[in-house]
């Protein structure tokens, strides 16, 4: 099992930034990403963000290209997500979720375990 803990959400005005964690414990892969999805109220859960662990490849949805950036730090079993230049429209609550296979990164589907979520609330 791999337990995932995110944080860093909150509430932040628009064109703010902020920074999100999400720390890994539990069984390790020798090959694996991790990913960001959110959701919004009444909306399906999307792709955000996703980094290859082993060589540190790194994917991003088209709606954050520019503005979020992810990154790992491999002692610490942690991934990030940096969020800037954010938009009312990138309020949802933000999981974090493991491909232990590294799939497809933008395929809900692909990963097999995941956060409880941290709300990131963006006002206008």
């Known amino acids: 099992q791999v337990q995932l803990v995110e944080s860093g959400g909150g509430l932040v005005q628009a064109g703010g930034s902020l920074r999100l964690s999400c720390a890994a414990s539990g069984r390790t892969f020798s090959s694996y990403v991790m990913g960001w999805f959110r959701q919004a109220p009444g909306k399906e859960r999307e792709f955000v963000a996703a980094i290859r662990w082993s060589v540190g490849s790194t994917y991003y949805a088209d709606s954050v290209k520019g503005r979020f950036t992810i990154s790992r730090d491999n002692a610490k079993n942690t991934v990030y997500l940096q969020m800037n230049s954010l938009k009312p429209e990138d309020t949802a609550l933000y999981y974090c979720?493991?491909?232990?296979?590294?799939?497809?990164?933008?395929?809900?589907?692909?990963?097999?375990?995941w956060g409880q979520g941290t709300q990131v609330t963006v006002s206008s």
């Open positions: 979720a493991v491909d232990r296979y590294s799939r497809p990164v933008g395929v809900l589907s692909n990963y097999d375990y």
